[in-house]
């Protein structure tokens, strides 16, 4: 039975059918915002917090109450969840799905909802693709540092949303996690399946960090090339400005006394220019 508003009555009718007490009744209509495990006996509450898009590609967590007895599972949510859609999707038409226990049809559900954790991962995987393009084209292009600082707040978000689980699926693992027989178990591989997510979102920050570092890679390619067009600009110019230097001083020599000196000084300059442009051609300085 899955519940798509908190709605009091509704929950309070569902509560008198399925026999959950009063506690159980108000923690599914107040809701919680991280994710928990309650430990019963005779049923499983678990809350689990859904990330989904929205259509400008925000981000924004939902969580979902889900609670398990022997023949039954219920969920409430607010809103339409594309977590709870996906599982709708695959359990229709599925026959040997509704033969499971509450708790072990429990653990399909928390896996669907994992699945969808995986797809925001590469979904900012995608972007941090593009976000490399976007390094490559130089250090002047104004999009990439808020693209990387959007795309850090992303990733810590499902970081944020998707850690607190260790803690509220690990007791489902152990055997001191004693349920009635009828309630069966969720499946223990929902751990490890957590873990995989978490070391995909580490993955993806490694991809961030990657590609600030092809960023500020390019970014000290480019001042390098700035610089040794300075450098050989300034070993061209060195020659002229020392023999102008010399030849402007004060001093009465009969070599300025004749004018196609001049010329000749002149060419001197543009040979040591054209010297050194050759020789740093020869060393493939440019």
Partial sequence: MDVPSRDPEVLGELSK???LS?????????GHEDARLIRDKRLIYLTVVGIEADEDGTLSRHPIDLVAGPSFVLTARDGDLDAIDRFEAIIRGDTVVGQLEGGSFLGVLVDTILSTWFTRIEEVEREIDELDEIALRGPDNDHFLPEVLRLRRRIALIRR??????ETLAPLARPDFELDERLGRPWPGLVDRLERVIDAIENARELIVGSFDIYLGGAAHRSN???KALTIVSAILLPAIVLAGVMGMN???PFFDELTNFWIVV????????GMLLFARLRRWI
């Fill in 267 to 274: 060419g001197v300059m543009g040979a040591f220019a054209a």
């Fill in 22 to 30: 009063k506690s159980v009744t108000a923690a599914l209509a107040d």
């Fill in 225 to 227: 090339e700035v610089m």
């Fill in 161 to 166: 949303t998707v850690a607190p689980h260790r």
């Fill in 17 to 19: 059918q399925l026999g």
């Fill in 251 to 253: 001093f009465k020599m």
